[in-house]
């Protein structure tokens, strides 16, 4: 039998096989844009990168951080049919610059 809980905005779901293998008749809420944890995440409901993400903070600074920010821009608006070929330029510049500053890197 499958319970959960909430701990602060988290809810956590613990569930066992027979709980997963039948279909669920949940339905889910439309996002709510005026929701105060809608805006935290990596692409904002309008498409755009989020730059004040939580998730790129750690990657985003650094001597790194600039290449990296522009090879994610090209993948995400990239309209190539193989998403994110037109972007090899800014990928092989963020690969370039980690191995560069390698002693940098968490290991």
């Not at 909430?6 to 809810?11: H, I, K, P």
């Not at 996002?31 to 939580?54: A, F, Q, T, V």
């Not at 821009?73 to 092989?92: A, I, L, M, N, P």
Request: charged residues 30%.
């Amino acid at each position: 039998m499958a319970y959960c809980w909430q701990e602060e905005e988290d809810r956590i779901i613990f569930m066992i096989k027979e709980d997963n293998e039948t279909r669920s008749n949940v339905q889910l809420a439309a996002d709510d844009p005026k929701h105060p944890y809608e805006e935290h995440g990596l692409i904002l409901l309008n498409e755009d990168i989020n730059r004040n993400c939580l998730c790129l903070e750690g990657m985003a600074r650094g001597p790194s951080g600039e290449p990296l920010k522009a090879a994610f821009s090209c993948f995400h608006y990239s309209k190539e049919d193989v998403r994110g070929s037109d972007c090899t330029d800014q990928s092989w510049a963020v690969q370039e610059c980690m191995q560069k500053y390698l002693a940098l890197s968490p290991q």
